[in-house]
């Protein structure tokens, strides 16, 4: 019997401990951190503080803004150059609003009323004070336009020519909205109707590197308070903060050098250094340095040769309809805008090498293109051993427009008066063709690309007539001819290639005097490459298009 009780006893000790081990488990699991969750994944502790050690804050940065339209108005008749109506920005941040046209109100640059085409780049930045933790903001870009009023008694209208509404996130330091990070016009950038805007976002972070405190401790995993804009922990020569705003992974090393996502000839690297002036890896870029010259000092002619401001945003305009962004460096960039002695005649052989090895500096080579603005030219010439198609020469004189342009297309001027020499408008839209046309060449659109099969019939008195639009040679007349041959090809010419509506296109020019009464010189009519619509004989100009081309080893094309 006292072997049972003591048989019992020990029997309940054991059950007792056993609930006892039970009951510590079941607890202890409670009240420790959960590692895991119900599928057996680890769970990371979150860092959920947006702004600690630092008041919360909100930059934002219109970089850029440049006005559309001014092409159509250039081809009306005007003694004056037509500016854009009065306008002004307007900046709202859950609620609070900055307007650019009221001083009072300004807090950033850039304030006061603008009536230019382009603001030029780093234009304004405005600053608001944020509530402590809040995770996200509204925000509002508008551009509103002050339009004349009309009669007597009519008022001042202020239109809306732009609204840009956007969402920007505290943890990530990324925005959604009318602009995001995969959109077809690239991120910070927005293509509107009337406007093209640059914008950027940023927040007040501990360590300045635009990287938010919540991305670097649950993401990243870097240190909050420790710069990141210059550190690479993959060492592949881009620091973490550009990685990151680009999505790549900053612990994975990448071939930056060679990487080029949107094909314009820019890998990364270059893309990272040229941030300033607004490179998007994902959206393609063209870098020009333009200098100008020194002025014939004749007093008809110009005071100086240089691509106005005019002509500029006019070519700009054409590339930007076709996701193409042209950054052109007159000064404004650093090293553009020189002004070079006055030359009667830039040859391609001679006269550019000088300004291009003194003038372009090496290290811009392969990056930029470079163009000239001189008194007598129109080419493209490679100048060094590499023979690339980087450097060109444009006419900028008055001499050459009213030559070339004015004498060719004197009945064409009388009948068209809008688009004729005698509206003091058309030397702007002469000189962008005339620009666009040996830009067209260095990025590939180069005679005989739009190469066809002509039947043999065509091909009469063994000519070449019909070989191709681009440069077409049928309006360099063949040594020898008569007149009359001379007159019967250049028109079957012109004929032929009609249908290339391309500022490529020599055929559009007309030529002859009695020709202009038909069609203006292609230079000022004809401001576009062609998209191959246009029926018969057309070539597609921006399908063509080789970004890259300025940067390879081509072969010779004698009169480009």
Not at 73 to 91: A, E, H, S
Not at 335 to 348: L, M, S, W
Request: proline residues 5%.
């Amino acid at each position: 019997m006292g072997y049972t009780k003591n048989k019992y006893f020990w029997l309940w000790i054991i059950i007792a401990v056993a609930l006892i081990a039970i009951i510590a488990v079941i607890i202890l699991r409670e009240t420790q951190d959960k590692t895991e969750n119900d599928d057996g994944e680890p769970i990371i502790d979150i860092d959920d503080r947006i702004s600690p050690g630092i008041k919360q804050g909100l930059f934002v940065q219109i970089d850029r803004i440049r006005r559309r339209g001014l092409e159509e108005q250039m081809r009306t008749y005007g003694r004056k150059i037509p500016k854009p109506n009065p306008y002004y920005c307007v900046i709202t941040t859950d609620g609070t609003i900055f307007n650019s046209s009221i001083l009072s109100t300004a807090q950033g640059s850039g304030s006061g009323l603008l009536t230019i085409w382009d603001t030029g780049y780093d234009f304004i930045q405005v600053s608001e004070d944020i509530p402590e933790e809040q995770p996200e903001s509204m925000i509002s870009l508008q551009i509103i336009e002050i339009q004349p009023k009309r009669g007597i008694f009519g008022k001042e209208t202020h239109v809306e020519l732009e609204k840009i509404d956007l969402t920007y996130d505290y943890r990530t330091g990324r925005w959604s909205g009318d602009d995001t990070l995969d959109d077809t016009d690239g991120y910070g950038h927005y293509l509107g109707e009337n406007c093209e805007v640059w914008f950027t976002l940023t927040q007040t972070d501990p360590d300045g590197d635009n990287i938010p405190y919540w991305t670097e401790v649950n993401i990243l995993h870097t240190d909050p308070f420790v710069d990141d804009s210059q550190v690479d922990p993959d060492q592949d020569g881009i620091p973490t903060a550009w990685e990151w705003k680009w999505e790549y992974d900053p612990y994975i090393p990448n071939n930056h050098t060679i990487l080029d996502p949107d094909s314009d000839g820019l890998p990364n690297s270059i893309e990272y250094h040229l941030q300033e002036w607004l490179a998007n890896p994902f959206y393609q870029d063209i870098y020009v340095e333009v200098d100008g010259m020194q002025s014939s000092g004749k007093r008809s002619d110009y005071p100086v040769y240089m691509l106005w401001n005019e002509s500029q945003q006019m070519v700009i305009e054409k590339f930007s309809r076709h996701a193409i962004t042209l950054h052109i460096d007159d000064g404004r960039m650093g090293e553009g805008g020189d002004i070079v002695p006055y030359a009667e005649t830039t040859v391609p052989e001679m006269g550019m090498y000088e300004y291009y090895h003194n003038s372009f500096s090496d290290d811009r080579k392969g990056i930029f293109h470079y163009c000239l603005i001189s008194h007598r030219a129109g080419w493209i010439f490679p100048q060094d051993a590499g023979n690339t198609y980087d450097a060109f020469s444009v006419s900028g004189s008055r001499d050459v427009f009213w030559a070339d342009y004015g004498l060719n297309n004197i009945f064409y001027s009388l009948l068209h008066p809008d688009l004729s020499f005698f509206n003091p408008r058309t030397k702007y839209v002469w000189l962008a063709s005339l620009f666009m046309h040996e830009l067209g060449h260095s990025i590939g659109l180069m005679p005989g690309y739009c190469q066809e099969l002509v039947p043999d019939e065509l091909k009469e008195n063994d000519t070449t007539y019909y070989f191709y639009g681009n440069d077409n040679q049928s309006i360099k007349f063949l040594e020898g001819d008569t007149f009359q041959e001379q007159w019967k090809n250049h028109g079957e010419a012109i004929t032929y290639w009609a249908n290339y509506v391309s500022c490529m296109n020599y055929g559009n020019q007309g030529g002859l005097i009695l020709h202009g009464l038909l069609k203006p010189t292609y230079s000022a009519s004809i401001l576009d490459y062609s998209d191959g619509t246009h029926g018969g004989h057309d070539g597609d100009d921006w399908g063509n298009i080789d970004l890259t081309f300025f940067q390879k080893t081509a072969p010779f094309i004698e009169g480009a």
